[in-house]
């Protein structure tokens, strides 16, 4: 059985996504907790020049083909499955991302090898795997025996820290003749840029940032006076993007923007994982919410479990008097 | 054009969630269970397909409990069938045996388009529209937010990415999308609708076929995150919170003169 490590790094528009690092810093750990070697599987067309940023690995595994020049989930699994097959590791480690929803289940389909989803950690501990996933919202915490000698875990963005993944030198490259990509069902048609919003949240110090709990749209004019008060912006979780409430471009989150403000009041959102992610590196976390079991309290500074229809009003009113 | 939409019943996360006496699972007795909401979207992008361009749209669930008013509620949407897949699911059941389970189901039920939503929150193995394009050897695309006709044998879809990035894709029916958002808000159904469907209309019922999956991973704990960096909470009546919020802004020059 091998003991090596395989990560499926990911990039867009030729950038490698902060998750591929995160995820080399938990294969390190997990080559050295097996004694095997770190594979980094990179797949596209002219990416090869990205294996120079890999130096956490001891080695590239490189599928290159023009026809994998852009993201499609057909071609980006076969490609994909074609590298595991190869390498045949212990453990494949795939970003839990929006490629990687489509890849990590996709490739536990095709090789037939169980899959982890969601995992805030995973560990080998005498050759047996254990991997905790964060589900129900980031409310509970499932933490399981994983069978077999193979295995896909998806790693949740943030779970590892970037820093030990990021070293530059490029390892041996090591290429895997590409699968037959002729015949696809899925081609890629083009990539729709974000638009440009009357605010750039990623600038604001302030973020007052509203969920599901404002109940409507009307209500948004509450917390929008409230960052008025403060000098600030209003942001959003993405249901209130959903419902046609707040533009896409006020979105926090996984499908949204990585916000890093001073101050970041999460009011009426529950703090899910896909949330938490554009958020956690705000530098004072403040959330306001009825349910005391809401995942927002565990990553807040400070926590109020109110109605955010009394604090709120409360809270303007007191900023507004500066008193 | 035939379109099939997944129905999942999943624990309403604004409730608390009790864990079992094991500590391994939730305390199935108790949990209150919902549509999954991103189902709801995949429904409702079923639908604006029908009203723009003509489809029939079936519903399958399979027999988690508590799914026969969800199923008729999709009927007073506008499904046009909803199908009962009996089988030994009360205590939950994994995504790849689900999986299984669907693709057989759905040799019988004709299907160009399935449809099911992006991900469950007590899912811990994988996405379903991705591991049903499996079985099936069909194509699949996840986080969708967008389907269009695209000729008869194809649709467009978006698959959003982060920072808004959005990947427009072109993909040969018969395909599985796990759908994000549908381009509008699922519509709402009269509580009076619901019930005339429930004495009006049917549910078709299918005994599950007997699949075989691969050994999955077994949960030896379900917890809480441990309590670790967990928030100060203030306490107070909503004034008092107001004030002592307002001067951990001020120590931290928070508050612009
Ligand atoms: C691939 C993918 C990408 C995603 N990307 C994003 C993303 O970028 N951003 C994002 O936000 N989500 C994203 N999501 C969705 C995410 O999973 C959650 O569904 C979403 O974050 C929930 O938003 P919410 O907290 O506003 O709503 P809910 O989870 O419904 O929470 C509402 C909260 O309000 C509280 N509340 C209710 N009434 C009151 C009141 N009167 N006063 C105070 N509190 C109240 C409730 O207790 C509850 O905790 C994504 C999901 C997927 C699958
Ligand atoms: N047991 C199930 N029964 C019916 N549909 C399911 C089941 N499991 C998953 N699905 C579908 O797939 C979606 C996402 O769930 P999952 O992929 O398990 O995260 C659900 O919302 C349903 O549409």
């Given amino acids: 059985m091998s003991a090596d490590i395989a990560v499926v790094v990911e990039h867009l528009e030729g950038v490698l996504a902060e998750v591929s690092f995160e995820m080399l810093a938990k294969g390190r750990e997990l080559a050295a907790a097996g ?36 993201y ?10 074609a590298a595991l097959q190869a390498l ?66 998806a790693m949740l963005p943030g779970a590892a820290a970037a820093a030990a993944g990021r070293k530059s030198g490029t390892p041996p490259v090591r290429e895997i003749p590409p699968p037959a990509l002729d015949g696809l069902r899925v081609r890629f048609k083009r990539l729709i840029q974000p638009e440009g919003g009357d605010v750039d949240i990623t ?37 209130i993007v959903d419902q ?23 009011v009426g959102i529950s703090g899910a994982p896909e949330h938490i992610e554009g958020m956690r590196g705000a530098e004072l976390i403040v959330a306001i919410n009825t349910d005391p079991g809401a995942p927002i309290f565990d990553v807040a500074h400070y926590g109020v479990v109110s109605d955010l229809f009394d604090v709120i009003p409360a809270l303007t009113e007191k900023v507004k008097s500066r008193a | ?57 079936t519903v399958v669930a399979l027999d988690s409990g508590e799914v026969d008013e969800t199923l008729f509620t999709c009927l007073a949407k506008g499904a046009d069938r909803a199908v009962k897949v009996m089988g030994d699911f009360q205590g939950g059941v994994s995504t790849h045996t689900a999986a299984a389970v669907l693709a057989q189901v759905l040799g019988g039920i004709p299907h160009e388009l399935i449809l099911a939503g992006v991900q469950a929150a007590d899912d811990r193995d994988g996405q379903l529209a991705v591991l049903l394009g499996s079985a099936l050897r069909l194509p699949h695309v996840s986080v969708v937010t967008g389907v269009e006709p695209s000729g008869d044998k194809a649709v467009t879809v978006r698959q959003e990415y982060s920072g808004g990035v959005v990947g427009e894709l072109e993909v040969d ?29 049917k549910l078709e019922t299918i005994e599950a076929p007997a699949v075989e999956v691969g050994a999955g991973s077994i ?18 009546a909503p004034e008092e919170v107001a004030a002592r919020l307002y001067a951990i802004l001020a120590d931290r020059g928070l508050l612009k003169r």
Avoid at chain 1, 97 to 115: I, K, N, V
Avoid at chain 2, 5 to 20: A, I, R, W, Y
Avoid at chain 2, 219 to 236: F, M, Q
Wanted: hydrophobic share 45%; proline share 5%; aromatic share 4%.
């Fill in chain 1, 35 to 70: 004694g095997g070697m770190l594979w980094a599987v990179l797949i596209g067309h002219g990416v090869t020049r990205l294996a120079g940023e890999l130096g956490a690995a001891d080695g590239v595994a490189v599928v290159e083909q023009e026809a994998l020049a852009h």
């Fill in chain 1, 72 to 81: 499609t989930p057909e071609a980006y699994e076969k490609a994909a499955a």
């Fill in chain 1, 88 to 153: 045949a590791p212990r453990v494949a480690l795939v970003a839990s991302s929006s490629m990687g929803l489509d890849q990590a289940a996709g490739l536990s389909g095709t090789l037939g090898w169980p899959l982890c989803a969601y995992c805030k950690d995973v560990a080998l501990t005498d050759g047996a795997l254990t991997a905790v996933s964060q589900i129900y919202g980031g409310k509970l915490l499932a933490t399981a025996e994983v069978p077999g000698e193979h295995a896909i875990c």
């Fill in chain 1, 203 to 239: 600038r604001e110090g302030i973020l007052v940032s509203v969920g599901r709990g404002i109940g409507s749209q009307d209500n948004i004019a509450v917390v929008k006076e409230l960052a008025e008060a403060l000098g600030g912006a209003v942001s959003s979780s993405r249901p």
């Fill in chain 1, 244 to 266: 046609g409430w707040l533009p896409k471009t006020r979105q926090v989150g996984k499908s949204g923007l990585s916000v890093k403000p001073k101050l970041y009041l999460a």
């Fill in chain 2, 1 to 57: 054009m035939d379109i099939v939409v997944t129905v999942k019943m999943v624990p309403d996360l604004v409730e608390e969630l009790e864990v079992n006496a094991e500590g391994t699972d939730l305390d199935r007795s108790v949990v209150k269970l919902r549509i999954n909401e991103f189902d709801e979207h995949a429904l409702e992008q079923a639908l604006l397909l029908k009203n723009q361009h003509g489809a029939r749209v």
């Fill in chain 2, 173 to 201: 029916l018969p395909a599985v999308l796990g759908i994000q958002a549908a381009p509008q808000t699922p519509r709402y159904a009269p509580v009076s609708k619901v019930r005339q469907m429930m004495k009006t209309a």
């Fill in chain 2, 219 to 236: 949960v030896t704990s379900l917890a809480r995150p441990e309590a670790a960096g967990r928030a100060e909470i203030i306490e107070g």
